[in-house]
């Protein structure tokens, strides 16, 4: 094998943590990029260009006019497997669970040398363990040989937040699965406060005043208290994490009301911003957001992967398939 840069085709990109992740080792080069989000796309191409980008349904995708990779990506829709949603599965009726044979059909096409996927951990659960057995029965059927593993960010990544997903890594080199393991738990070192400001004023729409929320100002108030904390407004009560790391960032953070994760500060009780929910997530400072509307990017923010768990899997990956 060459030890030249892996060139890889992400499908359902989103803003691009996957190919950021793996780029950031230096040894993979994306080729090809599928997201058919139009908001999320506009994220992608101002951080990553848009010459190898294709802001397109998957479903009409032409499998056989992309470049030759060695690698396939994809963080496939989740909704259909997640607690948070319905868990409908392959019958979501929306048709999210099917997309993941799209990306058979890709591999069937292009013939990667490697592929990885990601997902939340409810899909190992699903329908008792039947749709994971599915998904491994039809990769095995590809002729790849396949690894998967549960990783939470802050165990995995370095990064303040409690979130776990599994990452599905498939070899066509059985030679190069059974080398390949996945990373080793790291010490977390990086604290909230390195990635939230609990400092600085920041925009006014961000604060929660009594004057704006006067139904819930008062049960706020009393249980959002301490500085260097995350809380979540639960409804009827405020729910105080006392792991000392925020609780996963959803989609549904762009949804309105309060389900983005609440701090207390210098100058008030507010939610997150977009740019701190992005530094939970791993993203760099120089990473740009968009001018849109705070919704957009708090769902891009909570659809994201965590960049330094992918970084560690792509450096493992890439010494697997370099023997």
Not at 25 to 54: I, Q, R
Not at 111 to 128: R, S, T
Not at 139 to 145: A, H, N, Q
Request: with cysteine.
């Amino acid at each position: 094998m060459t030890s030249s840069p892996i060139a890889v085709a992400g499908f359902f990109s989103g803003t691009g943590g996957i190919e950021l992740g793996l780029e950031q080792t230096g040894k993979f080069t994306t080729a090809y990029a599928n997201e058919w989000d139009k908001k999320a796309a506009e994220t992608y191409a101002l951080n990553h260009g848009d010459d190898h980008f294709e802001c397109k349904d998957i479903n009409e995708v032409d499998f056989s006019s992309l470049p030759a990779v060695r690698m396939l990506t994809g963080g496939f829709p989740c909704q259909a497997f997640s607690v948070a949603g319905a868990r409908q599965g392959f019958n979501d009726t929306k048709g999210r669970g099917n997309l993941f044979f799209r990306i058979v059909e890709c591999a069937k096409e292009k013939n990667p040398d490697v592929m990885l996927l990601e997902n939340v951990k409810g899909l190992v659960g699903h329908d008792k363990g039947n749709t994971f057995k599915v998904i491994l029965s039809e990769l095995d059927k590809l002729g790849y040989t396949t690894k998967y593993q549960v990783l939470n960010a802050k165990d995995y990544g370095n990064i303040p937040q409690g979130r776990e997903r599994i990452y599905i890594v498939s070899f066509k080199d059985k030679a190069a699965a059974e080398r390949f393991e996945f990373p080793e738990q790291v010490e977390l070192t990086t604290k909230l406060s390195d990635l939230i400001d609990f400092e600085g004023k920041v925009a006014d729409k961000y604060y929660y005043t009594q004057e704006k929320y006067p139904a819930i100002w008062g049960l706020l108030s009393a249980g959002v208290s301490e500085k260097g904390v995350i809380y979540q407004w639960r409804r009827k009560y405020v729910r105080e994490n006392k792991s000392g790391v925020s609780p996963t960032l959803t989609a549904n953070m762009g949804t309105g009301g309060h389900n983005v994760p609440l701090v207390y500060t210098e100058h008030g009780i507010r939610k997150l911003t977009p740019r701190e929910c992005f530094n939970l997530m791993g993203y760099p400072q120089d990473f740009k957001l968009p001018e849109q509307a705070d919704s957009h990017l708090y769902k891009q923010a909570g659809n994201a992967v965590v960049v330094s768990v992918i970084r560690r899997i792509g450096e493992n990956v890439f010494s697997a398939l370099n023997g």
